[in-house]
């Protein structure tokens, strides 16, 4: 996953519910997360649907590394 570009990355959530295809086709093309902010705090992360698959299969590696040491 590419690291977020805070100038581009973070969104209020009204800006994310007004132009939602816009910030989904962002997310998908840039391959990078998008921070949605509710009263000026983290609120939500959208991924596009790899970058989470391939986020869940790291972790399962690693969870089975662990349990074989």
Same mark, same amino acid.
């Given at each position: 996953?590419?690291?977020?570009?805070?100038?581009?990355?973070?969104?209020?959530? =009204?800006?994310?519910?007004?132009?939602?295809?816009? /910030?989904?086709?962002?997310?998908?093309?840039?391959?990078?997360?998008?921070?949605?902010?509710?009263?000026?705090? =983290?609120? /939500?992360?959208?991924?596009?649907?790899?970058?989470?698959?391939?986020?869940?299969?790291?972790?399962?590696?690693? =969870?089975?590394?662990?349990? /074989? =040491?």
């Amino acid at each position: 996953m590419n690291r977020i570009k805070l100038n581009q990355d973070i969104k209020p959530l =009204s800006d994310f519910r007004a132009n939602a295809a816009a /910030a989904i086709n962002h997310v998908q093309e840039t391959k990078r997360a998008m921070v949605i902010t509710k009263r000026g705090y =983290s609120a /939500a992360v959208v991924l596009d649907v790899a970058t989470y698959e391939s986020m869940v299969e790291e972790l399962d590696r690693l =969870s089975n590394l662990q349990a /074989a =040491s």
